[in-house]
């Protein structure tokens, strides 16, 4: 761990700290109903009194209620909810075209370009900076999309992905920047400061971004075959050779191609052998050690329904004359035909044999294809059970799992539940998935949630673990909170030397940050704290400070940690972010995977899966190799 660069988050700070205005308020029973569209908060009884009652709120004289000196203290939810209600107001009145969003996240968005395909627009939301103790509004580019736009191309080069020539946009931070920068710099100087009637101070921000101190994780390490050491997967492979090699041999490859793609299936052969020209990946045999003792080819007329049954029963029967052989499918596949997909998904599962889709379009794009192929191999390999590399962890006895859900949505609403978890140690190693619970009722599900956790977490003292940590990829419910707090509050009773700790990882937030060099990107496993519990991370980022960006670089993920509720110091935070970080390194779907870590990446693919079919659960939890890659 060591220090980094500060970095600018995308943060403005209240001019006055001082929320001071004069509200109305009416007080209410904690049982009574709350009005529609009304607002409600806690509030001191008198201005010296340290007990608290519930009222509804006014921010302008109404009858029946009373008015207040309100100062922000009282209640910080209120003094963010005055924020934005005066922000709201004045940004409908001054900005001809902008929306107020008075869901989850109560902002402010306002058109900054209108095309075509959606519109471009600044977004403003009050919030509180606890690392600095500020309030302020947070400010941010977003490209909203009509819902009848379906140019992909023009709307990822609006929203910033590609560059103005459809390339993947290297200066997206630099891009970023400057339209938040010239929006700060115009219209935004003009709309403040706001003078409400009522409120002791107007509202104006500072007219730069927060910059808030940083650390510096320490840069990912690869363990590959003899237990050699490397600081790059791919160089580590060319090297050392992975891990371990597939050891159930022999080995089959059953080809699964329709006849116009015959050429395709064969380029993408001598592509996976090393021997298509331009391409850099030097073959299977080379990199993994894995040579095909046999293949075989199927030829479907067309991709519908009945022509894949018929192909799978083929398959099936060659699994059947050749036992004991190691089998994978390639499947060579138009990419639109996305039902055809989990069809041929479900069916192979079925009958576990591990499937391998590629579509004709990239082996047809020369140029994007000469770079997938060692990423095709790689999936290729773990799915035939190799384990290519894992990470030197922090934690060097941490069990980790990484839980997801899937909601079935019927007429009367939610019909069902699906929690599932995939487990790993802080090595990166794919240990297995586990079903936790599978039922129609909610009151069963949370029940079935604690037990198995319960489960999973006692499984852990027989292996030695020391540590176990869960990374949850959503906002968990207060009965799902509890319900954690429980089972780990049971295990811990049972299994004492066993640490447990939950953390929060989002991917999709309103955060993001920017760095003092000239890409603005900052570098890989920078950690920026946003309070006790709560920071940004950037898996994806600079290699150094000379480094030369050469793609889009993903933002950073905001991360929080639920448990334990006492406080952990940063030195223990900072070792369970180093092995978080750690998993985005150990994604065995690309060499260049590193944005997310496996313990959510993996369980969002699932997800996918589980909508499409959910009666193969107890399948997919049979299955031991990561066949969702």
């Known amino acids: 761990?060591?220090?980094?660069?500060?970095?600018?988050?995308?943060?403005?700070?209240?001019?006055?700290?001082?929320?001071?205005?004069?509200?109305?308020?009416?007080?209410?029973?904690?049982?009574?109903?709350?009005?529609?569209?009304?607002?409600?908060?806690?509030?001191?009884?008198?201005?010296?009194?340290?007990?608290?009652?519930?009222?509804?709120?006014?921010?302008?004289?109404?009858?029946?209620?009373?008015?207040?000196?309100?100062r922000e203290v009282q209640n910080r939810k209120l003094a963010l909810r005055y924020i934005f209600e005066v922000l709201a107001a004045a940004a409908e009145e001054h900005f001809g075209d902008c929306r107020v969003h008075r869901g989850f996240q109560r902002a402010v968005s306002i058109v900054i370009k209108r095309t075509p395909h959606g519109n471009q627009e600044i977004w403003l939301e009050p919030y509180f900076l606890a690392a600095k103790g500020q309030y302020g509004l947070l400010i941010d580019f977003h490209f909203w999309k009509m819902p009848e736009a379906t140019s992909f191309r023009e709307i990822q080069r609006l929203g910033l992905g590609l560059d103005e020539h459809y390339r993947s946009n290297r200066n997206a931070y630099i891009d970023r920047e400057k339209i938040i920068g010239n929006f700060i710099n115009g219209p935004l100087a003009s709309f403040l400061p706001i003078h409400h009637p009522h409120?002791?101070?107007?509202?104006?921000?500072?007219?730069?971004?927060?910059?808030?101190?940083?650390?510096?994780?320490?840069?990912?390490?690869?363990?590959?075959a003899h237990n050699k050491v490397d600081e790059s997967q791919w160089k580590g492979l060319e090297r050392h050779g992975p891990l371990e090699e597939v050891k159930d041999k022999p080995l089959g490859c059953i080809m699964l191609f329709q006849k116009e793609h015959r050429p395709l299936a064969e380029d993408l052969y001598r592509g996976l052998m090393g021997k298509a020209p331009g391409v850099a990946f030097k073959g299977m045999p080379t990199v993994f050690g894995l040579n095909f003792d046999k293949y075989f080819s199927?030829?479907?007329?067309?991709?519908?329904?009945?022509?894949?049954a018929t192909s799978v029963a083929q398959i099936a029967q060659i699994k059947r004359d050749n036992p004991g052989m190691n089998l994978i499918v390639l499947m060579v596949e138009d990419i639109e035909n996305n039902e055809i997909y989990f069809e041929a998904?479900?069916?192979?599962?079925?009958?576990?044999?591990?499937?391998?889709?590629?579509?004709?379009?990239?082996?047809?794009?020369?140029?994007?294809?000469?770079?997938?192929?060692?990423?095709?191999?790689?999936?290729?390999?773990?799915?035939?059970?190799?384990i290519p590399w894992k990470v030197r962890p922090a934690y060097d006895n941490c069990l980790i799992i990484g839980i997801g859900q899937a909601?079935?949505?019927?007429?009367?609403?939610?019909?069902?539940?699906?929690?599932?978890?995939?487990?790993?140690?802080?090595?990166?190693?794919?240990?297995?998935?586990?079903?936790?619970?599978?039922?129609?009722?909610?009151?069963?599900?949370i029940a079935e949630l604690q037990r198995s956790l319960v489960r999973e977490m006692l499984a852990t003292n027989s292996s030695g673990y020391t540590h176990c940590v869960l990374h949850v990829p959503f906002k968990l419910k207060n009965d799902e909170l509890e319900a954690l707090e429980e089972a780990v509050q049971s295990a811990s009773d049972t299994a004492r030397s066993v640490k447990f700790a939950v953390l929060k990882i989002n991917d999709d937030h309103r955060f993001f940050g920017y760095a003092a060099n000239n890409s603005r990107?900052?570098?890989?496993?920078?950690?920026?704290?946003?309070?006790?519990?709560?920071?940004?991370?950037?898996?994806?980022?600079?290699?150094?400070p000379s480094d030369v960006v050469s793609k889009r670089i993903a933002g950073p993920v905001h991360l929080e940690f639920l448990w334990p509720k006492t406080e952990l110091d940063y030195q223990e935070q900072n070792r369970y972010l180093q092995d978080l970080f750690n998993l985005s390194g150990t994604n065995w779907r690309g060499f260049n995977a590193r944005s997310t870590p496996i313990s959510t990446y993996y369980c969002r693919l699932i997800a996918k899966f589980l909508a499409a079919f959910p009666d193969q659960l107890p399948r997919i939890e049979a299955t031991g190799h990561p066949w969702f890659l």
Request: glycine fraction near 6%.
């Open 345 to 386: 998904k479900y069916q192979f599962l079925s009958h576990a044999i591990p499937l391998q889709v590629i579509s004709a379009q990239l082996i047809q794009r020369r140029d994007q294809f000469k770079w997938s192929v060692s990423n095709i191999a790689l999936q290729i390999f773990t799915k035939l059970g190799g």
């Open 407 to 445: 909601h079935r949505m019927g007429v009367a609403g939610i019909q069902k539940y699906f929690a599932y978890c995939v487990a790993t140690d802080s090595s990166g190693l794919y240990k297995k998935i586990a079903v936790l619970s599978h039922t129609n009722s909610r009151t069963t599900y």
């Open 298 to 308: 199927v030829v479907p007329q067309r991709w519908t329904s009945a022509d894949l």
């Open 521 to 544: 990107v900052p570098i890989e496993g920078t950690i920026a704290r946003l309070g006790a519990r709560s920071m940004l991370l950037w898996f994806e980022g600079l290699k150094s």
């Open 1 to 70: 761990m060591g220090s980094a660069p500060g970095i600018n988050i995308n943060f403005l700070a209240l001019q006055s700290q001082s929320v001071d205005a004069t509200v109305w308020r009416k007080r209410i029973a904690p049982s009574e109903a709350k009005p529609p569209d009304t607002l409600c908060y806690t509030l001191p009884l008198g201005q010296d009194s340290e007990e608290r009652a519930s009222y509804l709120i006014s921010l302008t004289e109404q009858q029946g209620y009373l008015p207040w000196d309100f």
């Open 199 to 224: 409120a002791n101070q107007p509202l104006n921000v500072h007219k730069r971004l927060t910059a808030v101190d940083v650390e510096q994780l320490q840069p990912k390490m690869f363990v590959l």
